[in-house]
């Protein structure tokens, strides 16, 4: 089945205490993309990939990390967190770089405390 | 960048009567939109969208309409059923280029009263 694996699907913390979140997909995708999703606020890019080795910001990347070493994974790192990063978090990918539909993950929901 | 409005932010209505979710974009670039639903506790789903060199799309109850003129675009549902009630995410985005960006509004849950 065709889809994007998220983990941990919840997680509490306490802020400073380094965390990532895993995304992984099975379909072969190039591009992949996290988001962040708050109340009134809709769905917020953090950073994209569009193939192995080369990622860029997306609207809201302070205090985020990312790497992509394998095609089919794509995670992000909270170095440090804060309770401004409390969130529900979705990983995304497509087939192309320029085109096609986004399929997301199920969602981490992360509290920072 | 881009600027997606997205109205209403909560709308109800019975069983079997029509819903209309409208969106607004800022830049006349933007040639793919999307609506994405997202039921409790899962992630969007794509539903329905529209490319710029159309002006309507239906799918079964779901149509989208795009006014590129006045930049606007909306989802409407007819013979709402209960389990369309979700959250619905309008998006608009640039194909033809890498790296391009999806913009997304900011959300209209819609809840349908048996």
């Known amino acids: 089945e065709a889809q994007v694996t998220q983990n941990p699907r919840y997680l509490i913390t306490v802020t400073g205490k380094k965390l990532t979140v895993t995304c992984s997909q099975n379909m072969n995708h190039e591009y992949m993309s996290w988001y962040r999703q708050d109340p009134g606020l809709g769905l917020r890019q953090i950073y994209y990939?569009?193939?192995?080795?080369?990622?860029d910001k997306g609207d809201v990347p302070e205090g985020y990390k990312v790497s992509r070493k394998e095609k089919r994974n794509f995670p992000l790192i909270l170095e440090s967190p804060s309770p401004n990063q409390t969130s529900l978090y979705f990983c995304a990918s497509r087939a192309g770089s320029n085109t096609g539909e986004l399929f997301f993950g199920e969602g981490s929901r992360l509290t920072v405390l | 960048g881009e600027n997606v409005e997205q109205h209403p932010s909560t709308l109800s209505v019975q069983e079997g009567d029509s819903a209309v979710i409208k969106c607004t974009y800022s830049?006349?670039?933007?040639?793919?939109f999307p609506w994405y639903k997202q039921e409790l506790g899962k992630g969007p789903q794509l539903i329905i969208d529209i490319r710029s060199n159309v002006g309507e799309k239906k799918d079964q109850r779901i149509a989208v309409t795009l006014n590129k003129t006045a930049k606007h675009f909306s989802l409407h549902i007819t013979e709402t059923q209960p389990e369309d009630s979700a959250v619905y995410f309008c998006?608009?985005?640039?194909?033809?280029?890498?790296?391009?960006?999806?913009?997304f509004g900011t959300g209209t849950s819609l809840t349908v009263i048996p």
């Open positions: 990939s569009m193939n192995v080795e080369v990622t």
């Open positions: 830049d006349s670039a933007s040639n793919y």
């Open positions: 998006a608009a985005s640039i194909t033809g280029w890498a790296g391009n960006q999806f913009y």
